[in-house]
């Protein structure tokens, strides 16, 4: 859990193109299971929020 904490703070500090949030999307069955984390959730709220 803390790896993926990581993770998705590290991904939030980026900005994504059009092309990363595709990658981000199409990888998503990597990282589903992560989401049940609520700090994990809020980096991925701070990434769409962009």
Not at 15 to 39: M, V
């Amino acid at each position: 859990v803390k790896q993926w904490e990581g993770i998705a703070y590290c991904l939030s500090l980026l900005t994504l193109t059009e092309k990363g949030i595709k990658k981000l999307i199409e990888s998503f069955k990597s990282y589903e299971h992560a989401l049940s984390e609520e700090s994990v959730v809020s980096h991925f709220r701070v990434i769409i929020n962009k």
